[in-house]
Antibody
Framework: QVHLQESGPGLVTPSETLSLTCTVS????????WTWIRQPAGKGLEWIGR???????NYNPSLKGRVTMAVDTSKNQFYLKLNSVTAADAAIYFC??????????????WGRGTLVTVSS | SSELTQPPSVSVSPRQTARITCSGD??????AYWYQRKPGQAPVLVMS???ERPPGIPERFSGSSSGTTVTLTIRGVQPEDEADYHC???????????FGGGTKLTVL
């Protein structure tokens, strides 16, 4: 059974960079898209973007310019960096596997999520 | 528009039928997916491609689509079905993901 685990600082200073890692176990990271999704308190889910194991990325247009994703297949990990954070970026951040194709997106395995607070 | 609209809440008594809707202009063109999220737990995919139930999901969960609305139906609701349910699709060009605002299902 594929298992995903998010990790990273729970507190980020405004204007700084949020950095998270997702570790995949129970299966290979190769051959799938890997996704970051977030949920601000009291709001719905928001797709941040995804990365294929080749390194190809798709980002949410509303966050483009602030988001960078990377993948390390040797470590079975993928990463999220979101720069210039504000209070609006405070959320629970989830990583997930996306088995969809080039224009089909869905998420069949998720991590439990990690809470990120933005505060000085 | 690629927005998806869900009712904020749905309440149902145990063993009754719950119907959670998701509406959006993109839905006649793109599949919808449904996720169940309980506090502190990883979300679970409970419905795929409008009406395909993933392995391991109880048969009481079903999905349907009609025009710009998709519906997740839970027949014979159990207390453990109390959760937030989120619909998800893709924009009309297949470039990015859109989610509904989520529906809190309360089992009375």
């Amino acid at each position: 059974q594929v298992h995903l685990q998010e990790s990273g600082p729970g507190l980020v200073t405004p204007s700084e960079t949020l950095s998270l890692t997702c570790t995949v176990s129970g299966g290979s990271i190769r051959g799938y898209h890997w996704t970051w999704i977030r949920q601000p308190a009291g709001k719905g889910l928001e797709w941040i973007g995804r990365i294929y194991t080749s390194g190809n990325t798709n980002y949410n247009p509303s966050l483009k310019g602030r988001v960078t994703m990377a993948v390390d297949t040797s470590k079975n990990q993928f990463y999220l960096k979101l720069n210039s954070v504000t209070a609006a970026d405070a959320a629970i951040y989830f990583c997930a596997r996306d088995p969809g194709g080039s224009s089909q997106y869905y998420f069949d395995h998720w991590g439990r999520g990690t809470l990120v607070t933005v505060s000085s | 528009s690629s927005e998806l609209t869900q009712p904020p809440s749905v309440s149902v008594s145990p063993r009754q039928t719950a119907r959670i809707t998701c509406s959006g202009d993109v839905l006649p063109k793109q599949y919808a997916y449904w996720y169940q999220r309980k506090p502190g737990q990883a979300p679970v995919l409970v419905m795929s491609k409008d009406s395909e139930r993933p392995p391991g999901i109880p048969e009481r969960f079903s999905g349907s689509s009609s025009g710009t609305t998709v519906t997740l139906t839970i027949r014979g609701v159990q207390p453990e079905d109390e959760a937030d349910y989120h619909c998800q699709s893709t924009d009309s060009s297949g470039s990015y993901v859109v989610f509904g605002g989520g529906t809190k299902l309360t089992v009375l």
